[in-house]
Structure formats: C-alpha cells, structure tokens
C-alpha cells in the first residue's frame, strides 16, 4: 500500500510541475511573439542592423525570420526554428540562412533580447558575435485595432465594459 501512496504522490506532483511549467511557458511565449530590431555584432565590433519577427506557426510551436544586409549589401534572409525556453529569461534558438546554420542564446526582458550567436561546424558550437534586439510596435497595427474594436463596439457585438478593458490593454502595448 506503501508503494502505491508514493507512487500517487508521485504522480500527482509530477502533474502539477507539468502544468505550472506550461503555463509559464506559455507567458513566455506570449511575451516573445512580435517584430525587433537590432543588431548584429561581430568580434571586431562591426555591427550590421537586423530585423527579426518571432510568431506561432500552424502547429502552435515559435519560429522566426529575420533579414539583414551583409557587409556587401546583399539582403540575407533567414530561419528560426527549434526554440528552447531554458528559464524566463534564457532562449535557446537555431538559426539556417544562405551562410549555413546556427544557435543564438538570448537572455530576453522588458522586450529587449540580447545574446550571443553562432555557427555549427560539424556539430561543434562556435561563437561567432552578440544579436541583440528590442520589440517594436507598430502605431498603424495598434490604430488598426482600436478601429477594429470600435467597430464592434458601434456594431453591438460587444459591450461598453468590453471595449473599455480591450481599449485600455491595446493602448498599454504603447
């Protein structure tokens, strides 16, 4: 009887850390979708701008794309893929573009990444420089939904408390 008890006990907390990770999980995940900005930095301090946008694909999982110019002006375009959410605070993420593929580590608050990026040689990681980046928001997609919202609003189909508390967490994404 012993062994089941502890087995259930088991069991039962085993099932609880599942959720409660999930659940932070899932804030983090919330928290990472959107556009940034930023920069690529290498070891000799050249820096190139980098635009990178992170969503959910069809399977509900993150990835990302990104764009910069390399140091001959060619437009790069590139993959994230395989996110690994280490802590809050710590992302593992594999990149691929034209040049090969990678890893990037970010250590990620308040919106603004910054981390340490690199290439994989025969599945050895070597550092190659910094990527760091903040979120930005667009004023036209933030316009956009308080128009969409007024309209249902002037639409009936949703009430005056409603579009209040939408209102006011749209206008705090400012």
Known sequence: M???????????????????????????????????EGELIYPNGDKLPITTEVYLNDFGNLEGKYTFADFGGEEIKGNLYNFEIKSANKILIKWRDVYGRGWLEVNYSNDNFQGTWGVINNDVFEKA????????????????????????????????EEYDAKRKEILDEL
């Not at 012993?2 to 959720?19: A, E």
């Not at 928001?137 to 956009?144: A, G, K, L, R, V």
């Open 2 to 36: 012993k062994k089941i008890s502890l087995l259930f006990v088991f069991f039962i907390f085993s099932f609880f850390l599942t959720n409660y990770a999930n659940a932070n999980n899932s804030d983090i995940i919330k928290s990472l979708i959107g556009n940034y």
């Open 129 to 160: 420089g910094d990527w760091n980046g903040r979120k930005i928001i667009s004023t036209d997609s933030i316009e956009s939904k308080l128009q969409k919202l007024k309209s249902f609003f002037e639409d009936e189909l949703i009430t005056q």
